[in-house]
Nanobody, 115 residues
Framework: VQLQASGGGLVQAGGSWRFSCAAS????????TGWYRQAQGKQRDLVAT???????NYADSVKGRFTISRDNAKNTVYLQMNSFKPQDTAVYYC??????????WGQGTEVTVSS
């Protein structure tokens, strides 16, 4: 499975951005897809995940501001991010959990939130 994430950029606090993550290859093996982020000097943390059947999970820090969704026909997962805060500044990574508890990662994409 290969994951191709859309690009990030510079956004203002309070602004919005949408990421997409398109999967290719053995997409039938994907059980869940999600987004993680890593701020400078910190560990990589979960942002949001969505299972193949649409169950979602969010980090407390983004609940009510971020929404993860999927288009199974396009093998694409989206992360709509609203009401940005400076602490959302990080490199964001798309992740897929595969059958057999394997994992695939997309390339990191950076978002910088200016206050």
């Amino acid at each position: 499975v290969q994951l191709q994430a859309s690009g990030g950029g510079l956004v203002q606090a309070g602004g919005s951005w949408r990421f997409s993550c398109a999967a290719s290859g053995y997409t039938f093996s994907i059980s869940a897809t999600g987004w993680y982020r890593q701020a400078q000097g910190k560990q990589r943390d979960l942002v949001a995940t969505i299972t193949r059947v649409g169950s979602t999970n969010y980090a407390d820090s983004v609940k009510g501001r971020f929404t993860i969704s999927r288009d199974n026909a396009k093998n694409t997962v989206y992360l709509q991010m609203n009401s940005f805060k400076p602490q959302d500044t990080a490199v964001y990574y798309c992740n897929a959990v595969l059958l057999g508890n394997l994992s695939a990662w997309g390339q990191g994409t950076e978002v910088t939130v200016s206050s």
